[in-house]
């Protein structure tokens, strides 16, 4: 997979998380097979390791990139090379819910479901502890 085709992927997970108007940077890690991408002039949401057989982890900014890369090293990935996270009631994109990407919404379905590290897993109640809060 070449670099465009993962900052195609990152965009895809970045655009999810209802950011519009940024910039992706990226930076090569041989040691690992991976690109790490970011958006440019942000502190969150963290960035995305995209392996060349296109797995990928979402990166938290709570922890730095060795964290990460030590994670992605031990074998955690955050799609296991499935195209895009499916809605299980309507088949649509869900969206990351940040910070801790660890909660997919489905726009159509108004509906939460918990991220098991590339899996859909049970319906789930609203991530945060304040619907009004802008996170």
Not at 21 to 31: A, M, Q
Not at 34 to 55: K, L, Y
Not at 96 to 121: E, H, I, Q, W
């Amino acid at each position: 997979m070449n670099l465009e085709e993962k900052k195609k992927i990152a965009k895809q997970i970045y655009d999810g998380l209802g950011l519009n108007n940024y910039n992706l940077e990226n930076e090569r890690d041989d040691e690992i097979n991976a690109d790490f991408i970011w958006v440019s002039n942000m502190r969150d949401p963290g960035g995305i390791i995209i392996g060349d057989d296109g797995n990928y982890l979402l990166c938290q900014s709570s922890h730095d990139f060795y964290y990460w890369k030590d994670e992605y090293k031990k074998g955690i990935r955050s799609n296991n090379n499935q195209e895009f996270y499916k809605c299980h009631i309507c088949g649509e994109d869900l969206m990351f819910m940040m910070p801790d990407a660890m909660t997919l919404y489905c726009k159509k379905c108004d509906k939460y479901f918990k991220n098991n590290y590339g899996d859909v897993s049970e319906e789930t109640s609203y991530p945060y502890t304040d619907k009004n809060a802008d996170y």
